[in-house]
């Protein structure tokens, strides 16, 4: 009993340190448009936090379950305070390459700002640039299929440990609402993010500005959790730099997250694993990085066409070495059958799907011509493919009749998983193609991609070889398994469902992945929405 007074009177002196705490702070951070920022005053503010607050390694994490926990996000449950990365990403996944390049030219005036003037000012300027004249609808699908994916790549270990421990989990950022919510519900378990709200004119589209009180930093932000707490004090509060402390006065216990070097949180220990995603960008965009990514485009789009064209009519025992000659990394593994002697049906090779190249990796792995179905294929694509490809038409009888006379014809590449998986993940396995045939060669499939991603939902798909080609350094591994033997086949007495399952776990083992039963319909409405189907010319849309 004396401990829990103790406790309580601890608690209550921090509570009326940052409150003093709060008032030395807030007429620095509560009219940032109107005042000009001091950043030695905001370095002494912050040198006196450090020894006012506690840092939040001190923060205990038992017993939390029935309380409640108020946390900064950029700075505080990321270890970057640096937002610029993902208002780019706004801006170019649903935006624009102009736009995204816009951005970055005004770097140095936001920076600037920031540390100069107004933190408000600067964010203001990010926003506007970013989201301005865009649909909200496609701000939101950004937010939910891009964004997420690098957020989890920097969540920081002792903020997350704090706040996965509370029983209501309140997340308050001066970023837009709309683009941390997706990931902070999803994979952090916040029950509410209170952001900065985007004005929205009448035709559905952001006008670049803010819904008053404007940019949530400091007086702003202790406003907003009061309109959403009322008198229900936060248990707990967290930030990481002077505009959080007016918010953090509020809270019974706060903690400063210092900026003291962590690894972040690894991906499969959030609240959800990051299976899916979409967005062509592989690295963080910070300002360097982005800089040399949009200086390299246009050299990587004409490497890529050479890439493409060069190797188009050469046949397929050649293009192995072409490759090397190019810049692409081609490992082939294992002994994949021989070719079909004539009159005899091909081998139907089965293999999980990384890019639409995986097919014609699979005929240069094997120096010889082969054919593929595939979901979804343009016309222009078909001309081109150096492979004949046959689009599958989603009718059952069709798609069986089709996939039969292509082994009658030599052998066959099919991806049953039906559309791409970024992560280490494998997606459920179609189990049609089981029944067509014995003759099975699991073929495990990975692919190393250092700055754009050859695969996408939202983006335009006829792009997604080029992109993988203006890759500085691709890499292609192609691994052929045993074909299947007769007793693990249809044939053998195993059901359809049995033979994909086994393939599916049979290729996970071989490239360290987990398999999963997201279906192709399932991941299409995760990133876009829709069911992923593609209208045809011959039918009626409704019917698709």
Known sequence: MDDDVSCQSHALRGYHSLEVMASETRRSTATPRAARRDPSNETKQQAMASMRFKPVEECRSEGRSEQTVAADFDGTLLRSSNAFPYYLLVALEAGSVLRAVALLLSVPFVYATYIFFSETLAIGTLVYISTAGLKVRSIEMAARSVLPRFYAEDVHPESWRVFKSFGKRYVITASPRVMVEPFAREFLGADRVVGTELEVGKNGKATGFMVKPGVLVGEHKKQAVLRELGDAAPDVGMGDRASDFDFMSLCKEAYLVT?????????????????????????????????????????????????????????????????????????????????????????????????????????????????????????????????????????????????????????????????????????????????????????????????????????????????????????????????????????????????ANYIQKTLSDQLGFECTAITRKEKYGILSGTDGRVPSKNKDKAKN
């Open 259 to 499: 900026p003291r070097k962590y690894s972040p949180v690894p991906k499969n220990q959030l609240l959800t694993p990051l299976i899916l995603h979409d967005g062509r960008l592989v690295q963080r965009p910070t300002p360097l990085v982005a800089l040399v990514t949009f200086l390299w485009m246009p050299f990587g789009f004409a490497l890529a066409l050479l890439r493409v064209y060069i190797n188009l009519p050469l046949p397929e025992r050649y293009v192995f070495y072409i490759y090397h000659m190019m810049g692409i990394r081609l490992i082939v593994k294992g002994n994949p059958p021989p070719p079909p002697k004539k009159g005899s049906p091909g081998v139907l090779f089965v293999c999980n799907h990384r890019t639409v190249l995986d097919p014609i990796e699979v005929a240069v792995a094997l120096g010889r011509k082969v054919s593929c179905v595939t979901y979804s294929i343009s016309k222009f694509s078909e001309l081109i493919s150096p492979i004949k490809a046959v689009a599958l038409s989603r009718e059952r009888d069709k798609d069986a009749e089709n996939i039969r006379r292509l082994l009658e014809e030599g052998d066959l590449v099919i991806c049953p998983e039906g559309t791409t998986c970024r992560e280490p993940y494998l997606l459920r396995f179609s189990a049609l193609f089981a029944e067509l045939t014995d003759r099975i060669v699991p073929v495990a499939i990975n692919i190393k991609e250092n700055m754009f991603h050859g695969s996408t939902v939202r983006g335009f798909k006829l792009m997604d070889p080029y992109f993988f080609f203006m890759n500085p350094r691709p890499v292609y591994e192609v691994t052929f398994l045993n074909m299947l033997p007769k007793e693990l086949t249809c044939g053998g007495g195993k059901s359809p469902i049995e033979v």
